[in-house]
């Protein structure tokens, strides 16, 4: 029995260790410009079109590969997903960088956790046109902040979003920055990621990273 015992306590700190290591980098270099990426799934929350997530080459570079929203759709209660097929996570690290190219109605980009469908789960976002970042759940299509903080936001810029996600503490960093510090126990299941945009947003992604724990 105590070897038995032994052996399942080295099991659980094997699996333990495992999960500490469940990470996924995507920088997009292996997908087809001009295609869809593969491993995501679409959708969209609102209003108005599908989004329109494409490989391009990085607007201004020679070869790099980024993911593009470019659907200037510009209807106000829209906002397109892409989303990571495989893997759920309850506590996890997401990082992404992230550059607004144009749009009228809003440009913004964001990070998205805990998600169960198009209607329900976790978003942080920056916004180019309001210089702020931002927390929200998503409920049965209904967006609602629990955090806000005004940042600069350069349009046409590269900038870098962070979050940490354990239980119901959230913790946002923007370029290296620590900018919000928030609880709230809307979703306590384990759910996939991805990223967001909203509106009219034209937005490059390049280098997802998930740390799941």
Known sequence: MKQATVFLAAVVSMSGLVMAADTVKRDFQSDTAGAPPAGFE????????????VVRVEKGADK???????SPDPTDSRFPLAVLKDGAYKDVTLSVRARSLSGEVDQAFGLVWRYQDAD?????????????CTI?????????????????VAKNTWHTMKL???GDHFVVWYDGNKVLDA?????KDAG???LWTKADSVIEFDDLT???R
């Open 192 to 194: 996939k990621v991805g």
């Open 183 to 187: 609880k709230d126990e809307t979703f």
């Open 42 to 53: 679409f959708a969209r929350t609102g209003n108005g079109s599908e989004g329109k997530w």
């Open 120 to 132: 329900n789960y976790y978003i942080t976002r920056c916004n180019a046109n309001e210089d702020n």
């Open 64 to 70: 790099n590969l980024v993911l593009v929203q470019e």
């Open 164 to 166: 940490e996600a354990t």
């Open 136 to 152: 929200y759940h998503t409920v049965k299509g209904n967006r609602r902040s629990f955090l806000n903080q005004g940042v600069k």
């Open 210 to 212: 998930v740390e799941g």
